[in-house]
């Protein structure tokens, strides 16, 4: 009948022999048989930093690309996108480069037209002066003054 233990090695020779690694005093085969005891699950939790340092230098498996329809419709889905959306793009820019105007519900799309009809509208605004004027004879208005302090002694 045979024995097996859990552990490859005691935790007493694992302890000096991650002692003489530490020191760098240890053989190619000594860390080989660190590795191997550092790989076993289920080790005590003081040995996670040196399961850390060789799970580091452990060889990484290779992942498989495996080609299925998902990934041979990936990259032609993401061209197509592209393709479309730089067409889209392309056509928006375009049918955007014309200047126009709507004047009386009609569009206008001659220039000269346009700037016409603009600076008869901006010649029909009142001036700056006269607006300020107007709104400080309604603020200087006794029968304004008084609605406004009537609606405020409500509140109290």
Known sequence: MKIRFKYKIPFEEADKLIERYYEGLTSVEEERK?????????LPLKYEPEQAI????RPQKQKQVLLTRKNLLRWPGIAAA????????QLFMNSHLSNYA???????????????????????????????ED??????????????LNLFSEFE
Do not use: C, W
């Open 54 to 57: 060789f799970g580091y230098f």
């Open 102 to 132: 709507y004047v009386d519900g009609k569009k206008i799309t001659d220039m000269d037209e346009i700037k016409l009809h603009a600076m008869a509208s901006i010649e029909n605004l009142p001036s700056g002066q006269a607006i300020i």
């Open 135 to 148: 709104n400080l004879r309604q603020v200087s208005s006794k029968k304004l003054i008084e609605e406004q």
């Open 34 to 42: 660190l590795q191997e005891f550092l790989s076993q699950t289920d």
């Open 82 to 89: 592209l393709a479309v959306g730089v067409f889209g793009i």
